[in-house]
């Protein structure tokens, strides 16, 4: 059998001949379809500002794979120089990397023009029918920088390699993340802080913002053209609808509220939920100040600075639907054109509406299938709202542990134990054990209806109940010793978090309850 390895350019060479020259190359290609091709009115073409003595600090090799790229490539020269943008202004003029333009709403407020204010997009790789756009987070400023200075700090962009990749883990759409530059370069923060370059991947970086931005701006070419563009690009089957703009807003509610059940299914806050920052496509977009609940507080506010707790965690579903209702305003000037023109606002926005009634339903059907598969039900019935709600209410009087209630709810036998002492593992998350008794013979008397034995409920509960997730204080952790050079750590969570459903009874400790000077961690927005 003849052996064909998948990148053949790059797999046999030894490490000190790989080139970043065929990464390069397939970057720059022009491709019809692309984002860079709308044009000007979208983006400005620049280089990256030089950052000096790049290292790297992180490298996803599966992320490599996924993009095709021989995973030795980290180690080969110049890798560090090429993903911080260093290499860029060698470039050719009409291949430069990019900035786009978009707008916003931030904190409730239309915040007028954005835009990658120091994100630099280096084009599309393609590998095995997929196409992933590759950009530079942190790579210095653009005509879009407003008062910042183009870079982002080492702390923020190591939570956010860690934190895009975990969540991909559990299943949750997300950019990735491919490698982590950092430099001894500083820049000021709340306190002199090193700067990186992330590398995010993703089939697109559009966010709601670009519409708005195209629609208060009043250019509605623009603005359609780049709707052609989502539907050509990622949702082809709106092309064949009755009104495709609509079939487009349609299908953004819907990804979108399914993004957000998965959210609330992990306890995951993603704490800056800005029109700028939701994204065309469902994902997880914008890691900043995001945080996983450990102990269970429908009101937890992961972003120190909202003071609000406008992005709490009970909010995240209401404020998604907020979004997209300005996305659905941003729409309007493509709506209902196949109207008499006198009727044509009232429908189109009687459209709108009725599409955006669509994320109700879809969210909470999408929120009950998960929190039934993580209660390990096969069947559905009409209490199991209230048993979930009741959970979740003694979860929240107990501040029991959100991953650890989950996981070790999969201990739980159908029949009540001979010792009490077997449903140990959950009752001890919890301050008030009579309740939490009350609860699992509630839950037990549900299992009674269900004909799956223990072992096979507990091995299917185990595939939706992470052990393992991003704990803050995980983060920290791999922060801290990166600030001290050491960048082991970050390999080793990525390494963990990369099987967070599998036991990894030597990583143990990843899953346990947060230390005690884990309570004193705020993550403020500045990053
Ligand atoms: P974010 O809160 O990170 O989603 O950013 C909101 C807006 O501020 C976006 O337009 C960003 O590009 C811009 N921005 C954030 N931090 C910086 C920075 N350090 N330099 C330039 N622009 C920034
Ligand atoms: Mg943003």
Redesign the pocket.
């Known amino acids: 059998m003849p052996h064909t390895p998948s990148s053949p350019d790059l797999a046999r060479s030894p490490v000190s001949e790989l080139t970043l020259e065929p990464v390069r190359a397939a970057l720059t290609q022009p491709r019809a379809d692309a984002f860079a091709q709308l044009g000007p009115a979208f983006l400005t073409r620049l280089p990256a500002t030089p950052l000096p003595a790049p290292y790297v600090a992180g490298f996803s090799t599966e992320v490599a794979a996924l993009l095709g790229l021989d995973p030795a490539l980290a180690q080969a020269p110049g890798f560090a120089e090429f993903f911080c943008g260093n290499t860029t202004r060698e470039w050719p003029a009409s291949a430069l990397p990019y900035a786009s333009v978009y707008s916003g709403h931030q904190f409730g407020v239309w915040a007028g023009q954005?835009?990658?204010?120091?994100?630099l997009s280096l084009g599309e790789l393609a590998h095995d029918g997929q196409r992933h756009e590759l950009q530079l987070k942190g790579a210095g400023r653009t005509p879009?920088?407003?008062m910042?200075?183009?870079?982002a700090v080492l702390r923020s962009s190591i939570r956010e390699f860690l934190g895009s990749e975990a969540l991909h883990h559990l299943g949750i759409p997300t950019t990735r993340a491919l490698c982590l530059i950092g430099s001894d370069q500083t820049v000021w923060r709340e306190t002199q802080e090193s700067t990186a370059v992330l590398t995010r991947v993703a089939p697109s970086f559009v966010r709601f913002g670009h519409f708005e931005h195209f629609a208060a701006n009043d250019l509605p070419h623009a603005l359609r053209s780049l709707a052609d563009h989502a539907i050509a690009r990622f949702y082809p089957h709106c092309a064949a609808a009755d009104d495709p703009y609509l079939a487009l807003l349609e299908a953004i509610v819907q990804v979108t509220a399914v993004l957000l059940a998965q959210w609330q299914s992990v306890g995951f806050c993603h704490g800056?939920m800005n029109t700028?920052?939701l994204s065309l496509l469902g994902l997880t977009l914008?890691y900043?100040p995001f945080g996983l609940m450990d102990g269970f507080d429908a009101g937890f506010i992961c972003n120190h600075s909202d003071t609000q707790g406008r992005y709490a965690y009970r909010m995240q579903p209401q404020v998604a639907y907020w979004n997209l209702f300005r996305l659905a305003q941003a729409f309007l000037p493509l709506l209902g054109m196949s109207y008499p023109a006198v009727q044509r606002r009232e429908r189109a926005v009687a459209d709108a509406q009725a599409v955006l009634e669509g994320f109700r339903v879809r969210f909470t059907d999408a929120l009950a299938a998960r929190m039934q598969a993580k209660l390990g039900l096969e069947t559905t019935q009409p209490g199991d709202a209230a048993l979930v709600e009741r959970l979740l209410d003694i979860m929240q009087a107990s501040h029991a542990d959100f991953t650890l209630t989950f996981r070790h709810l999969s201990r739980i036998t159908r029949a009540a134990p001979v010792e009490a002492s077997a449903d140990a593992p959950v009752r001890d998350l919890f301050v008030d054990r009579a309740a939490c008794d009350a609860w699992l013979g509630a839950y037990r008397a549900r299992l009674a209806s269900e004909t799956r034995d223990d072992a096979a409920r507990a091995q299917a509960m185990n595939q939706v109940n992470p052990r393992y997730v991003l704990r803050n204080h995980l983060a920290q952790t791999a922060i801290s010793r990166a600030q001290e050079k050491d960048f082991s750590e970050i390999e080793r969570l990525a390494a963990v978090l990369r099987r967070p459903f599998d036991e990894q009874p030597e990583h143990a400790a990843y899953a346990a309850l947060p230390p005690v000077w884990a309570a004193t961690l705020s993550v403020s927005?500045s990053?």
């Open positions: 954005l835009g990658d204010g120091r994100a879009y920088s407003r910042g200075d183009g870079r800056v700028d920052n914008d900043g927005c990053s």
